[in-house]
């Protein structure tokens, strides 16, 4: 009776993960993107199922079916808002290609050519996640795209807001901007120096925890027992 409740109310929620896949899907061919690039094509129903099956197998009861549902839910919630680590590996890309692209944006502006155009060439010569980027960024431009509209297609790159900033800026103050993004460049590797820095040092630390941890018994048993062993051993 147990399993029998069980299933009926996880297969509620599978029906419910279904449905939500098939609305995304639906979302996909209007958009017109393949069906297959779906995120609701990962296995994430599944480990919610199991979750809340595990929940109710352990418990043994049928009240532990709402408890069920609940993990269930829950699990799919949480693995809902984890980042997947192809947009992770992606935005990291964009940031490391993101200093070498404002030099050669700042560049090929030097050379005489206009924002719309020098954002396209460098955006074929970068490829990459940043790449598509400036590319949606110089078609957005060349189809007479306000430049705040324009730029907002660098959102989400972390350093990216200073490049758009400097790009709005100079649109609208008429401003050189390949002096701004050589100066934005140089930041931007200033910083990646720092946070590697900062890394470094943050891994000497966390090695040195696991060290104390296995040391530190060590010290009390061969230091400090004996010590105590012997001062009661005269007091009593």
Partial sequence: MIIVLGMIGLAGLLGLSFAQRWAVRRRLLRLGRSPGDSPGRSPRFLIDVAAGLAVVGLVGHWWAV???I???VGVDQFLRRREPADVRAARQRAVEDL????DLLAAVLRAGAPVDRAV????DALGGPLGERLDRVGRSLRLGAEPPEAWAHLAGVPGADRLV?????SSASGGALAGALTRLADDLRGDRSVAVEAAAHRAGVLIVLPLGLCFLPAFVLAGLVPVVAAVLSDVL
């Fill in 70 to 72: 609940a993990t269930g």
């Fill in 99 to 102: 200093p070498l692209g404002a």
């Fill in 120 to 123: 396209s060439a460098v955006a």
């Fill in 165 to 169: 900033a400097a790009a709005v800026r």
């Fill in 66 to 68: 709402p408890f069920g």
